[in-house]
């Protein structure tokens, strides 16, 4: 089992950068973001994997947003830049226990382990 922890979201205006940071108890094969906005589905953000490092973007967030890791920390973290009110949502990380690549690393169904979800609001 893995212990998912988000944090930094929070109210910011658009053009603003906020910064998540999603804790893991244990190392995984890869780490993702996803995001829910009121009325909407669940849409992939982006991922990385522990051990290349490769990441992956959503179209909407290429540019703006920015996804690392610490391996010493088993910290993930996404750096928001350049915020829009359309990123308004819940923002979940989540770790699969397989290694992804290409499209499989963008599908909800590749994680098996999910945070509670952290707030991020972009008021225009």
């Known amino acids: 089992q893995v212990q998912l922890v988000e944090s930094g979201g929070g109210l910011v205006q658009a053009g603003d950068s906020l910064t998540l940071s999603c804790a893991a108890s244990r190392r995984t094969f890869g780490m993702g973001w996803f995001r829910q906005a009121p009325g909407k589905e669940r849409e992939f953000v982006a991922a990385?994997?522990?051990?290349?490092?490769?990441?992956y973007y959503a179209d909407s967030v290429k540019g703006r947003f920015s996804i690392s890791r610490d391996n010493a920390k088993n910290t993930v973290s996404l750096q928001m830049n350049s915020l829009k009110p359309e990123d308004t949502a819940v923002y979940y990380c989540a770790a699969a226990n397989r290694y992804c690549s290409g499209a499989g690393c963008y599908r909800s169904d590749t994680y098996n382990y999910w945070g509670q979800g952290t707030q991020v609001t972009v008021s225009s």
């Open positions: 990385i994997t522990w051990s290349v490092g490769s990441t």
